[in-house]
């Protein structure tokens, strides 16, 4: 397996893999890193799809990429997805894909179209004081020592970072800067979080810096990640014949382990209440989603809370990684990750509007018609001065294909579910879903007295724990998650946000897909190359522009500087004179 970029193979067909005919292939969950892994075994590798088994213990696939409406209970989508221009591998895939809702056309087609038609941007990126503009005005506030601190975390050797926390990197100064309230509510970072990860983030994201105050950078689906994505994926593989194991629980992997060869040789799994091995030859291929950033998740309902559990469950992905861990070092360390759920977890909740009363709350903040049918908030609007630290949002309207027209389908997250909130004197984790709905329509700035009655009967809020939800931003160091394809294997790979390529950033759908097809391209030897990642962080101009984007526009001649710093670059630019250097300084903005 190679990298490559630009068009030249990026357009082409790679010749049918050697012995592919020979091969099957066994796939552990039905996530978007699995179902990207088989589609990329159909298409690319050539394999039949009748030779492709996807086993998944619950009823139906999609993993973390979920939405959902369930009887009794409401819709549900536990967390939504950012996308990204420069997301190669997620492009690659889905330029292939069906459309399900216009014949002749590629997931990836409706996906430009839309987001060309109508592009995303934030009106209100945060408020305070229920419901008023924050006023960051687009600015991130970083002091020059605090752009000192992120421009030296960009340049630290990953090996210095490992199992360091952001809160030992930054001080303060970014800590309470407006940058950090964007990116932490953006990305899910926490300051107990990896610096390494922080760093990797910075690095891969640099091109779109200038984008975060108002997510004018951001491309969202149509609908829910579920059908906009999943369904889509999975319409493709069974056209293609690829088999389904549903109620299919894969609880442990045993392996051959020699000296310069791993080899995966059975399968243990539980179906139908029953235990059963399969065995595995050297021509049947197995691709390991290992852990899980929603194990062990929960939901509560409009007059529930979603339970806490975060014990790791026999069988689960974390308990299966821990038996498959235990047979070499190389397999990683899963309980770097799910030793802690308390610095792993925060809550989702997913709320309806009934009727025509909270409609005109979400319009005065967003200022646009959330019935439109075009973007609405434009990404998340952060609550600065909230307890939980909540963020809430609404994409395009409506989120499922099944939705009433006259309902709205919004999205709520706190970062802080262990703290009370400031309207129900309760943690995050003990509210029920209208209780949720409470506290986010007392920062939306509801009238007290109309807060209970609106939360009761205009809303139906679900509440989802999810106590893993950034167990891959824990802090870590090389080796604690398994490579894609480790060293000496022979027919096994690991999937996902737990699996170990040093060319991406985890935590988006284009790492899932890139583990998939990295898997893929190397146990079957494809001809033809990975799309490399996007080199922004090798780009002057990407890295110029972010400098000036940091510092809110400031020019480097503007830096509180001692005499003697103000003389040395008076001198470096008098000797850039005339040069391509002084051009480039004089395009970005920096002199």
């Not at 369904?231 to 109620?247: I, M, N």
């Not at 070499?328 to 997913?350: L, V």
């Amino acid at each position: 397996m190679y990298y490559s970029s630009g068009n030249y193979e990026a357009f082409a067909r790679p010749e049918k893999p050697e012995d592919v005919d020979r091969k099957a292939a066994y796939i552990v969950g039905s996530g978007l890193a699995a179902l990207a892994a088989a589609c990329f075994l159909v298409r690319d590798g050539q394999m039949n799809g009748k030779s492709v088994h996807i086993l998944e213990k619950d009823p139906i696939p999609g993993g973390a990429c979920d939405g959902y409406h369930y009887d009794n209970v409401g819709y549900v989508m536990r967390g939504g997805r950012e996308m990204d221009n420069h997301f190669e591998c997620m492009w690659d895939l889905f330029r292939s894909i069906p459309s399900i809702d216009t014949d002749g056309v590629s997931v990836l087609d409706e996906y430009y179209w839309l987001n060309k038609r109508d592009p995303n941007y934030s009106l209100m990126r945060a408020t305070v004081n229920r419901g008023e503009d924050a006023h960051t005005d687009g600015k991130f506030g970083l002091s020059d020592k605090g752009a000192l601190e992120i421009m030296k975390l960009f340049f630290i050797p990953d090996e210095d970072l490992y199992d360091k926390r952001i809160q030992e990197i930054f001080d303060d100064e970014v800590l309470n800067s407006n940058f950090w309230l964007y990116w932490r509510t953006m990305f899910a970072f926490e300051n107990w979080h990896s610096a390494l990860e922080m760093k990797l983030y910075l690095k891969r994201f640099i091109h779109h810096v200038g984008g975060l105050p108002n997510f004018q950078a951001l491309r969202f689906t149509k609908y829910n990640q579920y059908e906009s994505m999943i369904l889509p994926l999975v319409k493709y593989l069974e056209s293609r014949d690829v088999q389904f194991h549903f109620g299919t629980k894969v609880i442990n992997v045993e392996f051959d382990i020699q000296k310069d060869k791993k080899t995966a040789k059975c399968l243990t799994v539980i179906r139908d209440g029953h235990e059963e091995k399969i065995a595995l030859s050297e021509n049947e291929l197995v691709f390991i989603t290992n852990g899980g950033c929603v194990e062990n998740s929960s939901l509560g309902d409009q007059n529930q809370p979603a339970p806490f559990n975060p014990e790791i469950k026999e069988g689960g992905g974390w308990d299966m990684w821990r038996k498959i861990a235990a047979q070499d070092p190389s397999f990683g360390q899963p309980d770097k990750f799910c030793s802690d759920p308390e610095q792993s977890n925060w809550m989702s909740a997913t709320v309806t509007t009934l009727d025509d009363r909270i409609p005109p709350f979400i319009r005065k903040i967003c200022q646009r018609d959330p019935f439109s049918g075009k973007v609405v908030t434009g990404g998340i609007v952060t609550v600065k001065d909230s307890n939980w630290l909540l963020s809430w949002t609404f994409n395009r309207q409506p989120q499922f294909r099944g939705q009433p027209q006259n309902q709205l389908v919004g999205w709520i997250y706190g970062l802080f579910s262990d703290k009370p909130g400031n309207y129900v004197k309760k943690t995050m984790r003990e509210c029920t879903g209208k209780e949720i709905c409470m506290e986010w329509l007392y920062h939306m700035g509801v009238p007290e007295n109309e807060i209970g009655t609106m939360a009761e009967n205009s809303a139906n809020t679900v509440p989802c724990m999810m106590p893993y939800i950034t167990a891959f931003f824990m802090p870590r160091s090389a080796g604690d998650r398994p490579d894609v394809v480790p060293r000496g294997s022979v027919n096994f790979a690991f999937l996902g946000q737990f699996a170990e390529t040093v060319r991406d950033t985890i935590f988006t759908t284009e790492y899932s897909i890139r583990t998939g097809m990295e898997a893929v391209y190397t146990l079957l030897n494809i001809d033809r190359g990975v799309p490399e990642v996007w080199g922004s962080s090798y780009d002057i101009r990407d890295l110029l522009t972010a400098t000036v984007q940091l510092r809110d526009g400031r020019k480097i001649t503007d830096m509180d500087q001692s005499l003697l710093e103000k003389l040395a670059l008076k001198v470096i630019l008098k000797k850039t004179e005339d040069t391509d250097i002084a051009k480039l300084l004089k395009e970005f903005h920096l002199i």
